[in-house]
C-alpha cells in the first residue's frame, strides 16, 4: 500500500483558523471559520516542482476519476480544461471555494484538510489533442499479464485525477467540483473510491495495514533515499522535456479473495508476505524496520524468506533494482453477486519509468508469487503525471503551450 504516516495529520498546518475565505462564492459571505483542530486547517500547496500528492503522506480518503475527452475539443478545449481545473485544484487545496461555478457548500464548513489532487494524462489523449509528437514511449500500454481479468470499461482513460483528503466531504467536494467544471469538455470514464487510516486513529503514526491485515507500505522507497527522486521523478533534462519533474501512474484496481485469505493458518499467510503480520518484522529476523535478508536461512536449511514470498518476488534486488512508490488506498464496494465482499486494494504507484517499476515487478509477481493466489487484477491503467505547476500557471502547460 502506500507511504508511511497515517495517523498524523499531513501536509504544512496553518494553525488554528489560519486558513483564508477568500474568493468568490457563497463562502465568502461567511464568517471566518475556526476549525476544530488541526487536521481541518491543514494544507498541502497545489503549486510546486512536482504534483501534490504523490510524495505526501497518504490521506484517509481517495477518489480516482478517468475522464475521455468530449469529441472535437481538441487541444485549445483540453487546455482551457487543464487551466480551469488547476485554477479549482488550487483554490480548494487552500480552503478557498473554487472559480467558474456555484458552490455546492458540500464542503463549506471544513477547512482544507490537506487536499491533494493529482492530475495525469492517458496514451489516449494524445492524438486527440494533436500532440501525437509529444506521447512518451514511457505510456506504451502494459503488457497483458498471466491471469489478469481486466475490465476496459473500468480501465484506461484520456486524463486521470486522483483527489485525496483527510475529511470524505472534503474529497468528495472537490472530485465533485473538478467532475462539474469539465462538463461538455470530458465525460467521467470510471469512479472509485478508496480509503486509508484516518489521522489520529493509532496512538502515534505507523504504517498503514491493508484489507489482508498486513503492514503495508513499509519498504517503499523514502524522500531521504539518495535514489528516491531518480526513481520517482522525470529529470529535468529527460525526454520529453515537458515530463521534467513528473512522474509516470499504474493504477490497478485489485481484489482480494478475502474469504479465502481468512481461512489460512497465520504460518501460511506470514510465509505468504516474508513478513510478520502483527509486527510487520521480515520473517528473516529484527523489527518491522530491519532490512530484510533474502539470503537467511533456518536451522533445517530452508530460506527464513520463502522463494515466492511477496517481498523476495518484488524487491529490487529480485528485479535488477526495479522500484517504485506504492500509494495504493482499500476500496470496499459492498459484496459480489456470490456474496464475496467486493473489496481490495486500489493500487497506485509512481515511478519515473513504468518499464523499469511496475512493468518487470509485475511480471514477476505474476508470474510466480503466493500473494498473486488471493488477488485479481480487475481494471488497469498508466497515465503520464506531468511536473507541478508554476505559481501563476497550470498543470499540462509545459506540454500545452
Ligand atoms: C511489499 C502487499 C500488490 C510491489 C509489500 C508488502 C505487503 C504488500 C504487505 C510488505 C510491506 C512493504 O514493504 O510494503 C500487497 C498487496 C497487494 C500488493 C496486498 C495487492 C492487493 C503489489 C503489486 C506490486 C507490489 C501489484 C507491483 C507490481 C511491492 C513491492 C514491495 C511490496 C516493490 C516491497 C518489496 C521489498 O523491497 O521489500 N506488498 N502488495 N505489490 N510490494 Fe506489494
Redesign the pocket.
Given at each position: 500500500?502506500g507511504a508511511a504516516g497515517a495517523g498524523g495529520a499531513a501536509g504544512l498546518a496553518l494553525g488554528a483558523g489560519g486558513y483564508a475565505l477568500a474568493g468568490p462564492g457563497p463562502k465568502q459571505s461567511t464568517a471566518a471559520v475556526t476549525p476544530a483542530t488541526a487536521l481541518g486547517s491543514s494544507a498541502v500547496p497545489f503549486h510546486g516542482a512536482h504534483q501534490a500528492g504523490i510524495v505526501e503522506p497518504m490521506q484517509s480518503t481517495l477518489h480516482a476519476t478517468a475522464f475521455d475527452l468530449s469529441p472535437g475539443i481538441g487541444r485549445p478545449g483540453l487546455t482551457a480544461l487543464m487551466k480551469r481545473w488547476s485554477a479549482a485544484a488550487a483554490a480548494m487545496a487552500e480552503g478557498r471555494t473554487p472559480p467558474g461555478l456555484t458552490d455546492d457548500q458540500v464542503a463549506l464548513d471544513a477547512g482544507p484538510s490537506s487536499l491533494t489532487v493529482t492530475f495525469g494524462f492517458g496514451a489516449s489523449v494524445f492524438a486527440k489533442a494533436g500532440l501525437a509528437a509529444q506521447l512518451p514511449g514511457e505510456l506504451a500500454a502494459l503488457p497483458p499479464f498471466p491471469e489478469d481479468r481486466i475490465d476496459r470499461a473500468r480501465s484506461d482513460g484520456d486524463l486521470w485525477l486522483q483527489v485525496c483528503a483527510d475529511d470524505p466531504l472534503v474529497a468528495f467536494h472537490a472530485m465533485r467540483t473538478l467532475q462539474r467544471l469539465a462538463a461538455g469538455q470530458a465525460a467521467p470514464r470510471w469512479q472509485m473510491t478508496g480509503f486509508s487510516r484516518a489521522p489520529g486513529a493509532t496512538a502515534r503514526p505507523v504504517?498503514g495495514r491493508?484489507?489482508?491485515g498486513?503492514?503495508?507500505?513499509?519498504?517503499?522507497p523514502k524522500p531521504s533515499d539518495a535514489d528516491f527522486a531518480s526513481r520517482v521523478f522525470v529529470p529535468s533534462g529527460g525526454r520529453p522535456a515537458w515530463m521534467a519533474g513528473g512522474s509516470y501512474a499504474?493504477f490497478?484496481r485489485?481484489r482480494?479473495l478475502l474469504d479465502d485469505w481468512d481461512q489460512q493458518s497465520l504460518t501460511v499467510q506470514e510465509r505468504t508476505?516474508?513478513?510478520r503480520k502483527a509486527s510487520?518484522a521480515?520473517l528473516s529476523g529484527g523489527t518491522e524496520a530491519t532490512p530484510?535478508d533474502l539470503a537467511r536461512q533456518n536451522a533445517d536449511g530452508s530460506l527464513a524468506v520463502p522463494g515466492d514470498a511477496?517481498?523476495?518476488v518484488?524487491?529490487?534486488?529480485s528485479?535488477q533494482g526495479?522500484?517504485?512508490l506504492?500509494r495504493?488506498y482499500s476500496y470496499h464496494d459492498g459484496l459480489r453477486p456470490d456474496g464475496a465482499p467486493d473489496a481490495?486494494?486500489l493500487?497506485i504507484?509512481f515511478q519515473s519509468d513504468p518499464g523499469t517499476g511496475?512493468v518487470p515487478?509485475?511480471r514477476k509477481?505474476a508470474r510466480g508469487d503466493a500473494?498473486s493466489r488471493f488477488?485479481v487484477?480487475e481494471s488497469s491503467g498508466l497515465y503520464a503525471i506531468p511536473g507541478g505547476a508554476p505559481a501563476d500557471g497550470y498543470v499540462g502547460q509545459a506540454l500545452l503551450e
Open positions: 500500500l504504517t491493508n484489507l489482508m498486513q503492514i503495508d507500505g513499509t519498504n517503499n499504474v490497478r485489485i482480494m508476505v516474508g513478513r510487520g521480515p530484510v511477496h517481498v523476495r518484488a524487491a529490487p534486488a528485479n526495479a522500484a517504485m506504492r495504493g481490495g486494494l493500487f504507484c511496475f515487478v509485475q509477481l500473494l488477488l487484477h
